[in-house]
């Protein structure tokens, strides 16, 4: 492992966790949010057989979600690209361009 990942400095001056080492608060944090979520798995696990009413509407609603959802990520980041490169700069540079 390089030291610029396992250390606590940010990798290249980004604005990113990725960076960063887990310290023991988040390291016991992560670990009650696992077990909290392996119990709540193993108390609903009874109810997994029970029958529902079915409701042919939601596969509709779900792909409206999941069609915005995509969309508008897709729209900024258009956006991003179409005023970086009308500050010109290359298409590879767009999102960390500082030319804007």
Same mark, same amino acid.
């Given at each position: 492992? %390089?030291?610029?990942?396992?250390?606590?400095?940010? =990798?290249? @001056?980004?604005?990113?966790? #990725? !960076?960063?080492? +887990?310290? @023991?608060?988040? *390291?016991? *944090?992560?670990?009650?949010?696992?077990?909290? $979520?392996?119990? #709540? =798995?193993? #108390?609903?696990?009874?109810? +997994?057989? =029970?029958?529902?009413?079915?409701?042919?509407?939601?596969? @509709?609603? $779900?792909?409206? /979600? =999941? *069609?915005? !959802?995509?969309?508008?990520?897709?729209?900024?980041? /258009?956006? %991003?690209? /179409? %005023?970086?490169?009308? #500050? !010109?700069?290359?298409? %590879?540079?767009?999102?960390?361009?500082?030319?804007?």
């Amino acid at each position: 492992m %390089s030291s610029a990942s396992a250390g606590s400095e940010p =990798v290249d @001056g980004a604005n990113s966790l #990725a !960076g960063h080492a +887990a310290n @023991g608060f988040q *390291l016991r *944090l992560v670990a009650v949010l696992c077990v909290a $979520y392996a119990l #709540a =798995v193993l #108390a609903l696990h009874p109810f +997994a057989s =029970v029958d529902l009413t079915p409701l042919p509407h939601i596969a @509709g609603i $779900y792909a409206t /979600a =999941v *069609l915005v !959802g995509d969309i508008s990520p897709s729209c900024l980041s /258009a956006r %991003s690209f /179409a %005023s970086a490169a009308r #500050a !010109g700069c290359s298409r %590879s540079a767009a999102p960390t361009c500082s030319a804007d």
